[in-house]
């Protein structure tokens, strides 16, 4: 069997891990992602912690790119919530910039990262 050759070679399939290799697949590079676990989304799937912080400082948005568009695509699956600062939890993204704290679900974060690899061309092992 001939050996494949690869542009990019990402190892860990956390969710910086996947976004890397969306980032460099979506940019024509032939990018293989290698994960030991059977599904990617790291700490964040794996280990109970699918939380999102940090793309504001509560007034303006300072994190854009495919993390925002995971958490779009994850409220477009109905499947992310906002904990806001009463601490009380709402069902969809605000319109305009997310400068909050986001929490989902394992499977579903799994999903949709599952989804937008296969969409970028990435191949995985």
Known sequence: MPLK??????????VAGCCAAIASAEMGRRTLLIEQEACPGGVAVNCGCPSFMGFGDGRRQAVGGIGERLLRRLDAMGAIAEVNPQHRITSHLPEGPLTGTYTTTEPLLALCLNRMLEKAGVERS
């Open 5 to 14: 050759k690869y542009d990019v070679i990402v190892v860990g399939a956390g």
